[in-house]
Each structure stands twice: as structure tokens, then as C-alpha cells.
């Protein structure tokens, strides 16, 4: 029985794994995109999440109605001030550059935060379990995380293939010069992408920052397991990257059972192990 409950825990933590990579797989989608500060970004969303809660003796969950607006903000002006004049053929210019905002934020963050651990308390729902037959007990808060992930997954998917918003990602992503010919502003619906993919972030953050510690240098690990989760579902593929989350949150958890040191490891078996049957993702892109 305890490995059904390793498993059923994975799968629950694959919901924020699924959460990592959601965004990056939007921003992709629609630009191309490689956001090496995906992560750290993720970690800023949790400390601004940490000082909103604390300063305004908030839950964390409510700190939400200041984060996600002002990370949206944030990813728009950064989007339509800075990664729209990297974007072309070449991809090197966008990986150097936001590359550079990795380091920018997580200094900036050391400066203001220190390298201690932070943690976020949101009270009696981090410890509430619920019950089940043969044993098992199911933590409230992973259940509601990952519920909450496939929320928010079909929401983007039904926004991306199901509105004028969506339509006007899909062309601006298939064809830009047709697009622009079309009344469509290139630099705003880029921007648009990049804030929704924020808002994505700025949840994240907050389930991350209540679930464990964080520090300023977290970022880096955070964005690869959204990197894998991506890759392993299949780019461009939203509900495949909650899938890739739950590969991995689960191949973490049975590493993680047969030895504590084999934790990370077993996921990056598991990422390299589906590389190797599937090239390009278990799933492939959806057109519509």
C-alpha cells in the first residue's frame, strides 16, 4: 500500500509540475520562445506572494488578487520593452537575454530576501488529509493543487482553440506578416501571451511558496522540471504537459521510495528514458 500511496502522491505534485510548465508551454507555443527565467520568475512570484501575505496579514491564497495582476503587468511590459526585440530567426538572442534576467532576479532577490529559506503558511489546509479505504490518507492541499491545475490547464486550452484571443495567437504564432496584414499588432498579442503565461506563473509561485521552502536561487531547479514536464508531454501540447507533470511527480515519488538520494535522479531517468522512445513528446502539437 505504500507504493499506490508514492504513486497517488506524484501524481498529485505532478499538478504543480504541470503548473512550471504550462507557461513556458504557451509562450512557446505562441513565440517560440525559450524563457530561461521561467523559474525564477516562478520564485518572484512566491516572494512577492510571501510579502503581500505577511505585510497585509493575508493567507497566501488571498495575496493572489495583488500577484497575479502584477505579474501580468510585468510579463506584458517585459514582453513588449525587452523580448520582442529578440525574437527572429536566430534563438540565440532571447536564451542570452533572458538568460540575464535569470541572474538579475535572483540577485535582486538575495539583495532583498537574503539566502535564507522562506515558507509561506496557509494554515490547517497544509496538514488536513482525507481519508480512504486500505489505509490510504490523500493531503487536502495536493488534492486542491492539483485540481486547481486542471482548471487552469483547460481554461488556456479553451482560451488558446476557443476564442478571438486564441485565434489571434494561432496566427500571429503560424504567420506574422499575414497576421500584421490582418490589423493584428505582433508586439501586443505577444505581450497579451506573455501576461497569461504571468498569471500561470503567479499561481505557481503561490502553491510552491505554501507547499515547501524557497530561496532566491531556486529558479534554475523549478524550471527544469517544467522544461521535462514540456518535452515529455509534447511542445505546444497543454493537456500534455500536465501528463508530462505526472510522469515525473510520479517517477520522483517511486525513485524517491526505493532511495531518498534517487529522487531527482528518477525523474530525469524517466525524462531521458521518454526521449528516447518519443523524440518529440508523447503527444503531439494540437492544431485546434
Known amino acids: ?9 506524484g501524481i498529485l505534485v505532478g499538478g504543480l509540475y504541470a503548473l512550471f510548465a504550462a507557461g513556458l508551454s ?6 517560440r520562445l525559450v524563457n530561461i527565467a521561467h523559474g525564477d520568475l516562478i520564485i518572484l512570484s512566491a516572494f ?8 497585509l496579514n493575508l493567507n497566501p491564497f488571498l495575496s493572489l488578487i495583488i500577484v497575479i495582476p502584477a505579474m501580468a503587468i510585468l510579463g506584458y511590459l517585459l514582453q ?7 525574437l527572429g530567426n536566430d534563438i540565440l538572442p532571447p ?3 533572458t538568460f540575464g534576467l535569470s541572474v538579475i532576479i535572483q540577485n535582486s532577490l538575495l539583495e532583498l530576501y537574503t539566502a535564507d529559506p522562506q515558507k509561506m503558511n496557509a494554515g490547517n489546509i497544509e496538514v488536513a488529509s ?13 488534492l486542491i ?8 490547464i483547460g481554461i488556456l486550452q479553451f482560451i488558446f482553440y476557443k476564442t478571438s484571443l486564441g485565434r489571434a495567437f494561432r496566427a500571429t504564432s503560424d504567420d506574422q506578416e499575414i497576421a500584421q496584414l490582418m490589423g493584428l499588432s505582433k508586439n501586443h498579442i505577444f505581450g497579451l501571451a506573455m501576461a497569461m503565461s504571468m498569471v500561470v506563473v503567479a499561481i505557481a509561485g503561490i502553491f510552491l511558496g505554501v507547499r515547501t521552502s524557497f530561496d532566491p536561487a531556486a529558479g534554475p531547479g523549478r524550471l527544469i522540471f517544467g522544461f521535462e514536464a514540456v518535452i515529455i508531454g509534447g511542445l505546444g501540447n497543454l493537456w500534455g504537459t500536465l501528463i508530462g507533470g505526472i510522469i515525473l511527480g ?26 528516447a522512445v518519443r523524440p518529440k513528446g508523447l503527444f503531439h502539437r494540437m492544431d485546434g
Open 1 to 9: 500500500m505504500d507504493w499506490v500511496n508514492s504513486i497517488i502522491q
Open 26 to 31: 504557451l509562450i512557446f507555443g505562441v513565440m
Open 48 to 55: 512577492l506572494g510571501l510579502t503581500v501575505s505577511t505585510s
Open 80 to 86: 513588449r520593452g525587452i523580448l520582442n526585440k529578440t
Open 95 to 97: 536564451l542570452l537575454v
Open 130 to 142: 482525507l481519508s480512504l479505504p486500505g489505509g490510504l490518507n490523500i493531503g487536502w492541499y495536493p
Open 145 to 152: 493543487m492539483f485540481i486547481i491545475s486542471i482548471i487552469i
Open 250 to 275: 510520479v517517477s520522483q515519488n517511486i525513485g524517491a521510495k526505493i532511495n531518498p538520494g534517487w529522487q531527482i535522479l528518477a525523474g530525469h531517468i524517466a525524462f531521458l528514458l521518454v526521449l
